[in-house]
DNA sequence: GACACATTCTAATAATCGTTAGAATATTGT
DNA sequence: ACAATATTCTAACGATTATTAGAATGTGTC
């Protein structure tokens, strides 16, 4: 029967979308993309991997259309081919939060507390943000800042915290975030910060999560 | 490095999910099931697939914690471990379809009209459902219509409606809706209505997509 | 307790996937 | 034109996956 034949082909077609994630590196290599478009050889380094096995994953990637590529001079590069797919990635990594034990001990086990924001928490931030009763602090590169970052938010990258910390405020709570609750850069932000004396925290959000919550980035 | 190898494990679990909705076989199972518990030999049925590839495939969902199963007498009923499944069948296809023009150009060929309901369209529906302008059918088997349908939809499974057209009111327009766009049943089932002179038009939402809107379902 | 039934487990096959090394391609700067 | 660089393509390996048949398990019925 045909009818048959054509329903095995959606099928079909929407199990390119779940190959293309059923690898570790792929999905890190989407959540990098998250962030913002990388080239090639960025985004090796980011996931820790060979460039040559990043090609051929970014490949099957391009293959499900979960990502689209451009060459800008002697550099590629690589771009989410929307915001569906960024959610797409939040999704996943939520439901594999919320019914693989392994994953919620693992992460227990990792970031000593869990600091999942719900609706209402995001909206309290953003407001004492703007008044700026908090400091948000985006602690990821500056690039990535630049591609989208939460409302009233600072850049200062992991990397460049030590030396600029005459710039932060001494009496106000500094809320840092990353790339999102698999990230450790905030986590490590932190603990830099409280160390010399700063009242810190971080949030799991990254912008994905953020957007995914509904919420506007900021971009500039 | 440690970290390094943390985190992969992270990444490995989501893939788990991944990995589980790889198979165009797994994502039929998925949508069956979205539309309430089944026995496995009603899922092999459903989806036309072997007993034993059936089992194999739902051990593997299983495996992923997407379905939780349950021994009742003789029969072994599955069921989506949580609506956050259902939700993630819905994204993933929405995704497919979004970006796969191999999906796009299957469901122009099959379904001639597309008839995507956007948030307004929902409520609008809604609407003239309370007020019995409109007569929503629900042609899914009748005990999928028991595990939740939309709100004042009657059910009338595909098969009975040539006997119970009657049923019908003559005067008033028709929309028939089925397990999401991906299912046949009710392009069917308005073929046959309107080839008996009802006015008649059929919806892409089952009641996946409905809950995925953030549209309550009745029960009952 | 023997039987029928629904479901799963085991084993085996072919097909597909991840990874790596080496060759090939396209672009830029000289 | 030539070398340098970034990226992809090709080929190859072992590891996984889908599928099927046959044996095994657990549950209700006679």
Redesign the interface.
């Known amino acids: 029967m045909t ?2 034949h ?20 792929r ?2 290599l989407l959540e990098i993309l998250a962030q913002g478009e990388k080239t090639v050889e960025r985004l090796a380094m980011e996931a ?1 991997i060979a460039v040559k096995l990043t090609s051929a994953h970014l490949k099957v990637l391009k293959a ?3 990502v689209e590529s451009q060459r800008d001079g002697r550099f590629i590069t690589y771009r989410l ?2 915001a ?2 960024s ?2 990635w939040v ?6 939060e ?3 034990v ?2 919620k001990m ?2 227990d ?2 970031f000593a507390a869990p600091e999942k924001l719900d609706q209402e928490t995001r909206q309290s931030l953003l407001y004492k943000a703007k008044r700026g009763e908090v400091v948000v602090l985006d602690v990821r590169p500056s690039e990535e800042y630049d591609a989208g970052h939460l409302p009233f938010a600072r850049s200062m990258p992991l990397g460049e915290i030590r030396q600029r910390l005459q710039e932060l405020p001494a009496d106000k709570e500094i809320v840092a975030y990353c790339r999102g609750p ?1 990230c ?1 850069m905030s986590a490590e932000a932190v603990a830099l910060l409280k160390q010399h004396g700063y009242r810190a925290q971080k949030i799991a959000d990254g912008t994905p999560e953020w957007l995914a919550a509904g919420l506007p980035l900021a971009e500039s």
């Open positions: 009818k048959r054509t329903k095995d082909l959606l099928y079909e077609q929407v199990a390119r979308i779940g190959k293309a994630t059923s690898s570790p590196k999905l890190e820790n499900a259309r979960l081919s929307g569906d797919v959610a797409l999704m996943l990594r939520t439901v594999a919320e019914h693989l392994e994953l693992a992460m086990q990792l698999f450790m």
